[in-house]
């Protein structure tokens, strides 16, 4: 079971950029895929971007398609959110978890291993 840690939130202004990690535990984190949520206060959980196991293939949701970059360092055992362009409506709790469903899935029910997530917040 891997166990997973985000960490790099913080609050910046509108326009500026942050880079999320997720460090994940256990020796077979590079046969997973990953991927990124966020939930803001009220809203549900929304699917940001997914990463195969390589890294070399990745989707991303439409409000996040060119502003935000994910990546991968199996070395490291880690997953990265780099976050440009940041814009208020960005501000939310980021979560990491581990793809258990099928590849192109956006749904939360089809990640698990979940982080306890890492507060990120954009000001106007």
């Known amino acids: 079971q891997v166990q997973l840690v985000e960490s790099g939130g913080g609050l910046v202004q509108a326009g500026g950029s942050l880079r999320l990690s997720c460090a994940a535990s256990g020796r077979t984190f590079y046969m997973y895929a990953m991927g990124w949520f966020r939930q803001a206060p009220g809203k549900e959980r929304e699917f940001v971007a997914a990463?195969?196991?390589?890294?070399?293939?990745?989707y991303y949701a439409d409000s996040v398609k060119g502003r935000f970059t994910i990546s991968r360092d199996n070395a490291k055992n880690t997953v990265y959110l780099q976050m440009n362009s940041l814009k208020p409506e960005d501000t939310a709790v980021y979560y990491c978890?581990?793809?258990?469903?099928?590849?192109?899935?956006?749904?939360?029910?089809?990640?698990?291993?979940w982080g306890q997530g890492t507060q990120v917040t954009v000001s106007s």
């Open positions: 990463i195969s196991w390589s890294g070399g293939d990745t």
């Open positions: 978890a581990r793809l258990v469903g099928n590849w192109g899935t956006q749904r939360g029910a089809d990640f698990g291993s």
